[in-house]
């Protein structure tokens, strides 16, 4: 069987391509200030390209306050399980840096270039090559959920999950938003850390002054605020807030020299941390600084800052919870604030972490798919990223094991200039899950 699936997915390649440009072309950037057509538009595409696979009802569900998402399914067989396939159709915002536009795809250096083209449009392709694989009769039960708001981190759907708790009901569920640990190596991924988005402001002065009058008795907001920030680190660059511990890891052991490359790490450049790097960066806290406001170095003023502003990004181990999270790093930023500088701590949102249940049948089945698809067994990694909508269905699914797999490969350049997919790497993976398909069918059996 796992050559005819594999002959179909091939044949079915060069459309699944054309599929792909057609959804990268469409700029469904979800964030607010952005235009809401492109994003209906990609959602349209989306239904399109599902029910030309073979899917039936599929349709848009207009989620209220949110942008659509789109479902389409096929009905079990009678006595087998079913399968909620899970991808989104929203992308991030193009950014800088791009060669060409980033909503023209264009093959380059071996990928298929555009925003979106991995995350996570082709994780659409790949629900549909799957079911395409079959000639549209799966030997199981196949419902497609495909949402538009999962770059934005405000998930309306994830908000009114019980609203469709009865047409999402599932034995399985599978997330394509992930990827493999490199190119060609097949990987599940088993856990997605938590997520804390914090703002931190601190004010010292009403107004800017003098820093040769001033400078010196007077307090610096950005100078505290430095301090602050630096505080949260230990001296081997670990993340350090009291009460926050790591959790252990098992699984995967990243390479270094893969992990320098990957991440684009300058010559010379030391790591930060201690520990595995596996560990730590998929079962430890990691607090990034990701914006900063303060004033510009072309023509700053010699003066000093009377408030200054920064955004913090807390990665939380996968059992953590993040409210928690959030209170232990206000507390921490509270106590490292120097001289008694008015501070003022805000949570911008909050994301729990996840950890799979990896006894679980289809699990194993997954694992089997993949070993066919690819010839090799497949590791288990953790992601660093999130992923909020996944504990949500877990929690509103507890009896459905949930697979993370994908077409996102660390080369693949999700959220920055140039992403790009391996498109052998989503025939393998359109494979895979073709195959897991009749994997969960044989469960059954
Ligand atoms: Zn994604």
């Given at each position: 069987m796992t050559d005819a699936l594999r002959a179909a997915v091939r044949a079915a390649m060069p459309l699944a391509r054309a599929e792909l440009e057609r959804l990268v072309?469409?700029?469904?950037?979800?964030?607010?200030?952005?235009?809401v057509e492109p994003v209906r538009e990609a959602a349209e595409a989306t239904r399109d390209i599902l029910a030309s696979a073979g899917?039936?009802?599929?349709r848009l569900i207009e989620i209220p306050g949110g942008q659509p998402a789109v479902y389409a399914e096929i009905p079990a067989p009678p006595g087998a399980p079913t399968v909620l396939l899970y991808a989104h159709y929203d992308v991030q915002p193009a950014g800088d840096g791009w060669q060409g536009d980033a909503f023209t795809p264009v093959m380059r250096d071996g990928r298929l270039r555009g925003r979106g083209a991995a995350d996570d449009k082709a994780g659409i392709i790949m629900h549909a090559l799957a079911v395409r694989a079959h000639g549209g009769r799966p030997p199981v039960g196949v419902k497609v959920i495909v949402e538009?708001?999962?770059?934005?981190?405000?998930?309306h759907l994830e908000a009114s999950l019980a609203d469709y708790r009865q047409i999402l009901q599932a034995d399985a569920i599978v997330v394509a938003d992930a990827g493999n640990w490199k190119l060609g190596a097949p990987t599940l991924t088993t856990t997605l850390r938590g997520v804390v988005k914090a703002v931190v402001e601190v004010r010292t002065l009403e107004k800017p002054v003098h820093s040769g009058l001033f400078g010196g008795p007077a307090p610096d907001a950005l100078v505290a605020l430095v301090r602050m920030l630096a505080g949260l680190y230990d001296e081997a660059g670990n993340t350090a807030i009291p009460g926050l511990t790591r959790e252990p890891w098992v699984g995967l052991d990243y390479p270094e020299a893969e992990f320098r490359r990957q991440a684009g790490i300058l010559p010379g450049v030391g790591l930060a941390g201690t520990g595995s790097l596996s560990e730590q960066l998929w079962s430890s806290p990691a607090a990034a600084i990701i914006g900063l406001d303060a004033p510009r170095v072309e023509g700053a003023g010699n003066a000093l800052v009377p408030v200054a502003r920064a955004a913090i990004a807390l990665r939380v181990p996968p059992n953590h919870d993040p409210a928690v999270a959030f209170d232990l790093l206000e507390r921490r930023l509270r106590a490292l604030a120097p001289r008694q500088v008015h501070v003022d701590i805000r949570c911008e949102g909050l994301g729990a972490g996840f950890a799979v249940a990896t006894g679980a049948p289809a699990f194993a089945a997954a694992q089997r798919a993949l070993e066919r698809a690819y010839g090799v067994p497949a590791v288990q990694m953790g992601s660093g990223?999130?992923?909020?909508l996944i504990p949500a269905l877990a929690a509103a699914f507890p009896g459905a094991s949930i697979v993370m797999w994908g077409?996102?490969?660390?080369?693949?350049?999700i959220h920055g200039p140039n992403e790009g997919v391996d498109l052998d790497e989503l025939e393998r993976m359109a494979l895979a899950e073709a195959i897991f398909l009749e994997e969960l069918a044989a469960l059954r059996s």
């Amino acid at each position: 069987m796992t050559d005819a699936l594999r002959a179909a997915v091939r044949a079915a390649m060069p459309l699944a391509r054309a599929e792909l440009e057609r959804l990268v072309r469409i700029p469904s950037v979800a964030f607010p200030g952005f235009p809401v057509e492109p994003v209906r538009e990609a959602a349209e595409a989306t239904r399109d390209i599902l029910a030309s696979a073979g899917y039936q009802g599929a349709r848009l569900i207009e989620i209220p306050g949110g942008q659509p998402a789109v479902y389409a399914e096929i009905p079990a067989p009678p006595g087998a399980p079913t399968v909620l396939l899970y991808a989104h159709y929203d992308v991030q915002p193009a950014g800088d840096g791009w060669q060409g536009d980033a909503f023209t795809p264009v093959m380059r250096d071996g990928r298929l270039r555009g925003r979106g083209a991995a995350d996570d449009k082709a994780g659409i392709i790949m629900h549909a090559l799957a079911v395409r694989a079959h000639g549209g009769r799966p030997p199981v039960g196949v419902k497609v959920i495909v949402e538009g708001e999962e770059e934005t981190g405000a998930s309306h759907l994830e908000a009114s999950l019980a609203d469709y708790r009865q047409i999402l009901q599932a034995d399985a569920i599978v997330v394509a938003d992930a990827g493999n640990w490199k190119l060609g190596a097949p990987t599940l991924t088993t856990t997605l850390r938590g997520v804390v988005k914090a703002v931190v402001e601190v004010r010292t002065l009403e107004k800017p002054v003098h820093s040769g009058l001033f400078g010196g008795p007077a307090p610096d907001a950005l100078v505290a605020l430095v301090r602050m920030l630096a505080g949260l680190y230990d001296e081997a660059g670990n993340t350090a807030i009291p009460g926050l511990t790591r959790e252990p890891w098992v699984g995967l052991d990243y390479p270094e020299a893969e992990f320098r490359r990957q991440a684009g790490i300058l010559p010379g450049v030391g790591l930060a941390g201690t520990g595995s790097l596996s560990e730590q960066l998929w079962s430890s806290p990691a607090a990034a600084i990701i914006g900063l406001d303060a004033p510009r170095v072309e023509g700053a003023g010699n003066a000093l800052v009377p408030v200054a502003r920064a955004a913090i990004a807390l990665r939380v181990p996968p059992n953590h919870d993040p409210a928690v999270a959030f209170d232990l790093l206000e507390r921490r930023l509270r106590a490292l604030a120097p001289r008694q500088v008015h501070v003022d701590i805000r949570c911008e949102g909050l994301g729990a972490g996840f950890a799979v249940a990896t006894g679980a049948p289809a699990f194993a089945a997954a694992q089997r798919a993949l070993e066919r698809a690819y010839g090799v067994p497949a590791v288990q990694m953790g992601s660093g990223g999130s992923i909020p909508l996944i504990p949500a269905l877990a929690a509103a699914f507890p009896g459905a094991s949930i697979v993370m797999w994908g077409v996102e490969d660390p080369d693949a350049g999700i959220h920055g200039p140039n992403e790009g997919v391996d498109l052998d790497e989503l025939e393998r993976m359109a494979l895979a899950e073709a195959i897991f398909l009749e994997e969960l069918a044989a469960l059954r059996s």
